[in-house]
């Protein structure tokens, strides 16, 4: 035989559970009525009532007796509390300050970024600018060597110029020389050609005699 | 060869009987069990309020999370133990958590009303969880009054609230779990609790704890619920966790009760868009970010009913309502509650280095 296990609380939990079920349901039924509401709300009064008497009481009592009471407690507590809060509103001004203080901070890293920027840039450019200075005057000085060159080829040029017009005056002599050349060559052959002619003359002269 | 018999003799248990027994006697003769909390650091405090800050164990999500309890109960049910910690659940899952525990007001706090707790309290709170946080926007999570408190936050503040969760909260104080009656009667005025609170400044938690026993004033099923299942240690343990929790109700300070009653239940202000909380109208459709309402199926305090017309009130574009199966105080207690948060917030949270 299978031994099955017995729970003797299981059936008195199901029982229970309704009951608490029915019982609810009852005594909210017996208060779901007017004259419940009216009756509770006259017990609250009257309590109330009676424990602000007490209170009074308590109150005058402890006044006659020089006592502090549990109001006075409370208004000293208030007093802490309101110390707290101002610390509070306090603590949150610093923070506004704080966060003011990192705005200035960010936006001051940020410009002196854009300085260092700037001077880094203004440093490139002025090596830049020097190196272009030294070739400037590189190229300059090659200018110059170049404006003596070119003097000097003036110069030379001017030479040439002598030159040329010497040469020409040469040309011209040889012209003249080629011209006297010519003249010669006629002069010799005329001379040549009275030359002969005298000769033939001569010839014929000397001929005639014998 | 035995013959079976048709009938057949149940018999006891004696070793689950003996724990059972032992269990109980340990309940009877011991104190109450201590909670310890999952690892957290304190950011803030105010008067008694402090912020806590659980922070998330392998950070996933930039966007946290900033908890409001109730102003009834201690928050400590969201932390109250490490198998089913709805904060623990969150940390776990990648989430920044801040917690705003209320604390317990005084005497000296009688004149706290719901303007001083959204307005001093909460709104600081979720600037300072801004603040250490680092994070643009927060995400809002209100569990009961604390929906209730978050709410009505969330349509006055200026502050980047990114997504707001809302769980068994009241917002329609029309209808109520409460008998017809009693609530004709203090919509009427018959029943006022103004001379009542006057006289205390601070209401009690002996009347607080009242309050909620008159809901239900036989309230037997816990123990014998405890008595059934007192030979499981994992469920004594829970029991006693939830018993202490139930027990340890908060006082509350005067003002904000008498507003609770007056304006929340007695006008239903909240639901009529009547609310003005430190002069500004605390308008419900000023709501337009990421919202999910969640509500118990099994809710003994929160009826569906006072939840749900808070969907038609928001006027947010992306919103879900959820009804899961539990009740007003086990959908934090089984740990259910930190999947469906984070099921729904994983997509709406800022992402770690997105």
Known sequence: ?210 | MAVESPVKVPVLDYEKEMKRWNHVYKILSEGDPKIEHSPRQLVWRKNKTTLWHYAAEEKKYSTPLFFVYSLLNKPYILDISPDTSVIKGLTKRGYDVYLLDWGEPGPEDADISFDTYILDYLEKGVKRALRHSGAEDISVVGYCLGGTIASIFASITDLPIKNLVVATVPIDYSVGIAPDKWLEGLQKGELSVDRFVDVYGTVPPEWVNVMFRSLAPVNVSPYVGLLTRAHDSRYVDKWRRMDKWLNDVTPFAGAAFKQMFGDLMKDNKLAKGELVIGGKHADLSNIDCSFLAISSANDSLIAEGQSLPVMDLISSEDKTYKLVEAGHVSLALSGMFAPIVDEWLCERSGKIGE
């Not at chain 1, 506004?96 to 880094?120: C, H, P, R, W, Y």
């Not at chain 1, 003036?154 to 040309?171: G, I, M, Y």
Request: hydrophobic share 35%; charged share 35%.
């Open chain 1, 1 to 210: 035989m299978a031994k099955e296990k017995y729970d003797p609380y299981k059936g008195f939990r199901e029982l229970t559970g309704l009951w608490e079920k029915q019982m609810n349901s009852m005594l909210l039924g017996w208060s779901d009525n007017n004259e419940f509401i009216k009756y509770s709300s006259r017990r609250m009064e009257n309590y109330s009532r009676y424990l602000e008497l007490v209170k009074k009481n308590q109150e005058a009592m402890a006044n006659l007796m020089n006592i502090p009471t549990k109001s006075d407690v409370k208004n000293v507590a208030k007093l802490t509390i309101q110390a707290e809060e101002k610390i509070d509103a306090l603590e949150e001004q610093i923070w506004n300050l704080q966060d003011t203080f990192t705005e200035v901070n960010k936006g001051n890293m940020e410009f002196f970024a854009e300085l260092v920027e700037i001077s880094k840039q203004l440093k490139s450019e002025l090596d830049k600018n020097v190196k272009e200075l030294r070739e400037a005057k590189k190229v300059k000085a090659d200018l110059q060597k170049l404006r003596k060159e070119l003097s000097d080829a003036s110069e030379l040029k001017a030479e040439f110029q002598v030159l040329r017009q010497e040469l020409a005056e040469v040309n011209n002599v040889k012209a003249e020389l080629q011209e006297l050349k010519q003249e010669l060559g006629q002069d010799q052959n005329q001379s040549k050609q009275t030359e002969k002619a005298q000769e033939k003359k001569e010839l014929e002269l000397a001929g005639a005699g014998k």
